[in-house]
T-cell receptor, first 115, second 110 residues
Framework: DTGVSQDPRHKITKRGQNVTFRCDPISEHNRLYWYRQTLGQGPEFLTY????????KSRLLSDRFSAERPKGSFSTLEIQRTEQGDSAMYLCASSLGEPGIYEQYFGPGTRLTVT | GNSVTQMEGPVTLSEEAFLTINCTYT??????LFWYVQYPGEGLQLLLKATKADDKGSNKGFEATYRKETTSFHLEKGSVQVSDSAVYFCAHDNTDKLIFGTGTRLQVFP
């Protein structure tokens, strides 16, 4: 297996546009996480899925953000009406279960720049 | 609330020097503790972890001991190499997610 992949790696968009990112987790991993990392900060949790069910969403995830994992495999994160404050690295991670027992494997991230 | 505090970087060392990166946490219950590393141009990787008090996590010459009494998980290495240059993140788990510190950049010079 090649690990967690994310697409695109970089995205530049104008304020007000919608963007969608994709994450392909490691096969057989039933948990999939989204984090956001801004410059000089650590990753901040956004949301996670257990199979296709979205089990938790952070308060950071405003109404403009939506995430799906329709068949319990890949996931998409959509941001509507982007704002400059959305500029960040969006990280995806997958695991076999809870963090204390199973390692979270991170993808390379999608860097979003909103102009 | 739940949080992780790390020493600010960058930490600049000569090769073979001793490394300590301090980390303290605030959490409810008894979290597991982690150190993740991000090498230049690469994604986050788990470096080591400890799941209960007094456990020592170790990997690649790095060590960290879970100190419940001081709520700390300091990262140490006896002799750093240039290849250890990276950003190091301390984290703990909170229910089903990870809470990260802000990261500490380590620069090792030959």
């Amino acid at each position: 297996d090649t690990g967690v992949s994310q697409d695109p790696r970089h995205k530049i968009t104008k304020r007000g546009q919608n963007v969608t990112f994709r994450c392909d987790p490691i096969s057989e991993h039933n948990r999939l996480y989204w984090y956001r990392q801004t410059l000089g900060q650590g990753p901040e949790f956004l949301t996670y899925f257990q199979n296709e069910a979205q089990l938790e969403k952070s308060r950071l995830l405003s109404d403009r953000f939506s995430a799906e994992r329709p068949k319990g495999s890949f996931s998409t994160l959509e941001i509507q009406r982007t704002e400059q404050g959305d500029s960040a690295m969006y990280l995806c991670a997958s695991s076999l279960g809870e963090p204390g027992i199973y390692e979270q494997y991170f993808g390379p991230g999608t860097r979003l720049t909103v102009t | 609330g739940n949080s992780v505090t790390q020493m600010e970087g960058p930490v600049t060392l000569s090769e073979e020097a001793f490394l300590t990166i301090n980390c303290t946490y605030t959490a409810t219950g008894y979290p597991s503790l982690f150190w993740y590393v991000q090498y230049p141009g690469e994604g986050l990787q788990l470096l080591l972890k400890a799941t209960k008090a007094d456990d020592k996590g170790s990997n690649k010459g790095f060590e960290a001991t879970y100190r419940k009494e001081t709520t700390s998980f300091h990262l140490e290495k006896g002799s750093v190499q240039v290849s250890d240059s990276a950003v190091y993140f301390c984290a703990h788990d909170n229910t089903d997610k990870l809470i990260f510190g802000t990261g500490t950049r380590l620069q090792v010079f030959p």
